[in-house]
């Protein structure tokens, strides 16, 4: 018989399981703080529940919680972790250290179907989505790495491999688990959820009107570019995807991030700047510049830094918010899915650049 994952579980399901097995519920909190804010990885670990209770556990529920199989430390502090899950399947998560505190770069599929031609990892294309539970093992191993360091968890990012709302459903059951106070107890308001623009989902996640920041894969400013990028745009291109957007911005007072990854000579000229400038124009937007991470074999370049700057003044000229995402871990297997496809995985990953909370 498989045992109970109880990182899958509410705290109200947790208390009955518990029940179940002639337990007091009152174990269920005891049970919840050493998962989410201990550092602990097993049932006999957890020194205040009775022998008895952490001998029963053992035999009939998994902890949940992951352990990565390899560990990448860059000079800058990154840390790009491959995490088994139980199946074979294998996902990539980060540790990025920035200015403002420590983010969890966190994958929500193994693999991703979108396609975007400049993403080395999604071009091996989807194994499965991730439950909520595996998403949420993901952020407690980042949390707990950094917690024998004395150090906090500041932000999360869905940005690792996967396009989150292609699950929609489990990350919003994670969603719920990172702001309940039982589990991770996290505001939603320190969590950003990257996509490439599945319209009806930011729909849905708008009606929720949860204070999460939205931030959207765009990398094209017209149609005709963005839909030889991201096939995507074909299915909801820009004059769907924006308006959801501004509907996002509306029902959650938050900005909307738009991230742009700068393609030498393929978006990154000044008339590609003007035309973001006049997509934007009027609309709570911020747009996130960020320098491409060159992936062997995909055909694209970087574009050089005096082009980067040169496409930040031109915006910021026409009144457009924007930063310049600051790289992380460029002497590490830099964008994601390459540790993954460097072994240890059954397939590559997708995989987005590393995210600057926003
Ligand atoms: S960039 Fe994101 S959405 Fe596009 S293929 Fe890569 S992981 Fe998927």
Redesign the pocket.
Known sequence: MSKVNILALSPQALRLFLEHLGEKPYRAGQILAWLYHKRVGSWEEMTDLPGALRRRLSEVADTGLLSPSRVQVSRDGTEKFLVPLADGQAVETVLLPYDTGYAACIST?AG?????V??A???PGFSRSLSAAEIMAQVLLVKKRLGRRGRELKNIVL?????PL?NYEAVVAFLEAVQDRERLGLSLRRLTL???GLVPQILSLAELGRPLNLAV?LNAPNNALRDRL?P?NRAYPLERLLPACDTYAGKTGRRVTYEYILLHRINDRAEDALQLADLLAGRLAHVNLIPFNAVPASGFKPSPPPVVEEFARLLQQQRVNVTVRRRLGADIDAA??QLRAGGGGQQS????EFGRPV
């Open positions: 599929q991703c179907r979108m396609g975007c400049f993403c990892s999604g071009r940005m690792g491999s996967g396009e292609d990257s996509t490439a894969s991201m995507i994601c899915g990953s997708g995989g987005k």
